[in-house]
């Protein structure tokens, strides 16, 4: 064969295709060993509810989603649920993120990108999950993240809904429970989302929502004296407005703040039975709470309304400050219900 070029061509043609082959298994092996681990996003599909335009909100929150950065494993995933748990002190004893959920459809509006997704799917162990979001970008890093879990995908539904009609494509009656985290706030029609809640919600069933606390540390200290005052910003603007600007980014074209009996009225004309079960905290809150509220109580510059909410703090036997009774954070979270029939 060394003397032969017709026989040395083919034998390294051989070799060239058998060395080819072995690449295309080792790749094919690679492909089946991330998918095995990871999971196949496309698996999950994502269903589109036409736009007839595109609103700001929808505009701001596709580029603002929150936590955008993808994970790279499911340890990963779960780990960003505990940090964030101890970023929000009480947020998980409030909103009840680890209730057994094995018999439930749960809907999430305003999922995101997936965090309470995973937990009601892995640790709650829900028969089906539907996550809505007015976010494709938010959308697309849930499917991923339910991805990196191996969730089965028949008991995952992902939708994409607009901010400019408030309806939610489900029947009637088809939710066990109900969750909308940090959303209604954002939305530019918030009672008729109540009310369209309130249809899909099947009698009997439960939920939370979380709205932004009129009542919080965030809204009387942390805008009003640290930022409007000591750092000097939003210079001129009311109180609401500073708000606003200044809790999801100084663009976010709507970030309202609820009084809890003023929210709590708006869910019961909805149809729903509610109670308001207290703020959960920022991390800054509790921070600012102990560094500066003497300092601001004392300082003439602090507008009455704040002044009032900063002395007519209590705390409880966790040492959590409270106002009328209810812990006094930004996160202001209501169980809701719905009559049986």
Known sequence: ??????????????????????????????????????????????????????????????????NSTPFRSAGASLRYLKARAAAYPLFEQLM??????????????GCGPGNDLVGFAVRGGAKRVIGMDVSERALDLARSRLALHRIDTTR????????????????????DYLYCEGVLHHTGHPTELLAELHRVLRPGGTGHIMVYNRDSLWFHLYTAYQRQILDGAFTGLSIEDAFTRNTDGEDCPIARAYRPAEFATACEAA?????????????????LVAACRSAAMSD????AEHHH????????????????????????????????G
């Open 1 to 66: 064969m060394r003397g032969n070029p017709v026989a040395l061509a083919a034998a390294l043609q051989r070799r060239v295709l058998r060395r080819a082959a072995r690449t295309v298994e080792q790749a094919r092996t690679a492909f089946e060993a991330i998918t095995e681990h990871h999971g196949d996003p496309d698996a999950i599909p994502i269903r589109r509810l036409k736009r007839e335009r595109t609103t700001v909100v929808e505009e701001y929150w596709d580029v603002h989603t929150v």
């Open 96 to 109: 009840d993120v680890h209730a057994d959920h094995s018999r439930d459809v749960v809907l999430d509006y």
């Open 156 to 175: 995952v539904e992902l939708v994409q809904v607009t901010d400019g009609r408030p309806n939610i494509p489900l029947a009637n009656d088809t939710i």
């Open 271 to 287: 149809g729903f039975r509610v109670s308001f079960l207290g703020g959960y905290f920022a991390s800054i809150e509790l921070e």
């Open 300 to 303: 003439p510059r602090l507008a």
């Open 309 to 340: 909410f900063l002395a007519s703090l209590q705390f409880d036997g966790r040492g959590y400050p409270t106002y009328h009774g209810h812990t006094a954070g930004i996160g202001g979270v209501f169980a809701i219900s719905r009559n049986e």
